[in-house]
């Protein structure tokens, strides 16, 4: 089978990581395959912001609580140390598509790479906050920015969960 497709169909989503931060030059890998996914007449209206300094880190995790409704105490990234938020343009009409394009070649990335992922949402809602929006001006960021999702990356710790069984009904052929 070819190394992508088994890629493709042996990613999970993961729910425990290790402390331990996955090394820089991988990391890089997982952000490079992000910014080369598809993107509506290649205006590439994604970006990524790459969270690997824990206090930041924890202050994401925290608004990600408050607006899940969740007990402070919850974990939303499920102790991933590394945070790579994506935000996509919203001056292009397919920003939402080509930020989610990014998130999917991330989580298969660092899938190949040995290392667990997870979609995790409200990034939308966070980067609707001032505090947020601030960070984002403090980066030199310019534009209005719509979060599409954190792909929380790590060591996976545990077993690889298993593939749910694929719904029936779901591929229509017209020959």
């Keep these: 089978m070819n190394e992508i497709i088994k890629a493709m169909q042996e990613r999970r989503s993961i729910r ?3 402390a331990q931060m996955p090394k820089k030059e991988d990391l890089e890998q997982i952000v490079q395959a992000g910014l080369y996914a598809a993107s509506g007449k290649n205006q590439q209206a994604a970006m990524v912001l790459a969270i690997t300094n824990k206090e930041m880190r924890d202050k994401l995790a925290q608004a990600n609580c408050k607006i899940g409704g969740w007990n402070e105490e919850f974990d939303p ?8 938020v994506v935000l996509a343009n ?4 397919t920003h939402i598509y080509d930020g989610s394009l990014v998130m999917g070649n991330m989580m298969l990335a660092a899938h190949a790479l040995g ?8 990034a939308k809602e966070e980067f609707e906050q001032a505090e947020w929006k601030k960070l984002l ?7 209005d920015w719509e979060g599409v999702g954190h792909c929380a990356v790590g060591y996976m710790d545990g077993d690889m969960p298993t593939a749910a069984p694929r719904k029936d009904n779901r591929v229509f052929w017209i020959e």
């Design 137 to 143: 001006a403090e980066l030199g960021v310019q534009g």
């Design 16 to 18: 425990k990581f290790k």
């Design 77 to 84: 990234f499920y102790g991933a140390p590394v945070v790579l």
């Design 115 to 122: 290392l667990g992922s997870i979609w995790i949402h409200r």
């Design 90 to 93: 919203k001056a292009q009409f």
